[in-house]
């Protein structure tokens, strides 16, 4: 399953892990060269919640209090990344796409259309540009 180039795809649940509180998770976030690393979630997490004691769970991205943190920290990854674009599902949304597809491309296709897309402004404004234009 290849995530194209300038893509993040990102699975997220609500839930209550083990000792935990119930908040939104990041359970995945995927790009063109596969997982993104857990060092890069925790330190673009520590960097969103520098002024509490706020720390990231052992195994999911977050705990995030809502879904707008949940696409603030997407986005936010997107920019320090240089990502143009990044795609959330809901888990049960993912498991259904997974189900249906019938091969990793449609999966993958599916995946980016349904999702709730975040575009990274940064980036657009610099590819709307005159050299952006011509390098593009």
């Known amino acids: 399953m290849a995530i194209p180039e300038d893509h993040l795809v990102g699975v997220y649940n609500y839930f209550s892990p083990a000792g935990g509180n119930?908040?939104?998770y990041l359970l995945y976030l995927m790009?063109?060269?596969?997982l993104v690393e857990r060092?890069?979630?925790?330190?673009a997490y520590q960097e969103m919640f520098f002024s509490s004691q706020r720390k990231m769970d052992e195994h999911y991205g977050g705990p995030f209090e809502g879904l707008e943190n949940l696409?603030?920290?997407v986005l936010r990854l997107c920019v320090q990344l240089d990502?143009?674009?990044?795609h959330l599902?809901?888990?049960?949304?993912?498991n259904q796409i997974l189900e249906n597809a019938a091969a990793a491309p449609e999966l993958v296709e599916?995946?980016?259309?349904r999702g709730h897309t975040l575009e990274?402004?940064?980036?657009?404004?610099?590819?709307?540009?005159?050299?952006?234009?011509i390098f593009s």
Do not use: C
């Open 120 to 133: 990274n402004l940064d980036k657009a404004k610099r590819k709307k540009g005159l050299l952006g234009k």
């Open 110 to 113: 599916t995946m980016i259309a």
């Open 71 to 73: 696409q603030q920290f």
């Open 89 to 94: 599902l809901a888990a049960s949304d993912f």
């Open 22 to 24: 119930a908040a939104y």
């Open 31 to 34: 790009g063109e060269d596969g």
């Open 39 to 43: 060092e890069v979630l925790q330190k």
């Open 83 to 86: 990502i143009g674009q990044a």
